[in-house]
T-cell receptor, first 113, second 111 residues
Framework: GAGVSQSPRYKVAKRGQDVALRCDPI?????LFWYQQALGQGPEFLTY????????KSGLPSDRFFAERPEGSVSTLKIQRTQQEDSAVYLC???????????FGPGTRLTVL | DAKTTQPPSMDCAEGRAANLPCNHS???????VYWYRQIHSQGPQYIIH???NNETNEMASLIITEDRKSSTLILPHATLRDTAVYYC????????????FGSGTRLLVRP
């Protein structure tokens, strides 16, 4: 069956460019999460949606990071004016409402030069 | 900050049991122990979770001590495909959206 998909899988950006990362959650999953994973570290929470509502964005590192899920399904994480420290793998996960564990996608590896 | 402590790396021989320890001495009564693993270039994969009883599924067994301050994930017959980073996480079931992963244990299964 289809799992969580993310695109692109790899993205190279020049410092200062804007990027948009897409997440297609599992069909019917109400909850959607974004995590950031730096090299050699565990994933760190960025933000959480329930349907189209962004209920928690406490993990977004700066106002250059913006996430949306306008129709409660596909989500986009946008990073404006990328910096080298934004280089990381960005993971998306989804789950049914109140399911104890989310399902993760393969991630998008962002490299900022 | 992560609420768990895990060894940074372990190894075991293929076909043998892999026992991965985790300390969570500050665990609260309503917090569960979750285990995830992350194979290279993939997203984290849920393995198992438990509250206080030992649990077993098709992937692994979870042994939680009686005082709940530590647990062990057991892969009964490790294969090369089990080489991964294993994360032990404690969280309330109703707040599992904000999982705190820590650095995990890098398990290498040797041929």
């Amino acid at each position: 069956g289809a799992g969580v998909s993310q695109s692109p899988r790899y993205k190279v950006a020049k410092r200062g460019q804007d990027v948009a990362l897409r997440c297609d959650p599992i069909s019917g999953h109400v909850s959607l999460f974004w995590y950031q994973q730096a090299l050699g570290q565990g994933p760190e929470f960025l933000t959480y949606f329930q349907n189209e509502a962004q209920l928690d964005k406490s993990g977004l590192p700066s106002d250059r990071f913006f996430a949306e899920r306008p129709e409660g399904s596909v989500s986009t994480l946008k990073i404006q004016r990328t910096q080298q420290e934004d280089s990381a793998v960005y993971l998306c996960a989804s789950s049914l409402n109140r399911q104890p564990h989310p399902f993760f996608g393969p991630g998008t590896r962002l490299t900022v030069l | 900050d992560a609420k768990t402590t895990q060894p940074p790396s372990m190894d075991c021989a293929e076909g043998r049991a892999a026992n991965l320890p985790c300390n969570h001495s500050t665990i609260s009564g309503n917090e569960y122990v979750y285990w995830y693993r992350q194979i290279h270039s993939q997203g984290p994969q849920y393995i198992i979770h438990g509250l206080k009883n030992n649990e077993t599924n098709e992937m692994a067994s979870l042994i939680i001590t009686e005082d709940r301050k530590s647990s062990t994930l057991i892969l009964p017959h490790a294969t090369l495909r089990d080489t991964a980073v294993y994360y032990c996480i404690v969280d309330r079931m109703d707040s599992s959206y904000k999982l705190i992963f820590g650095s995990g244990t890098r398990l290498l299964v040797r041929p």
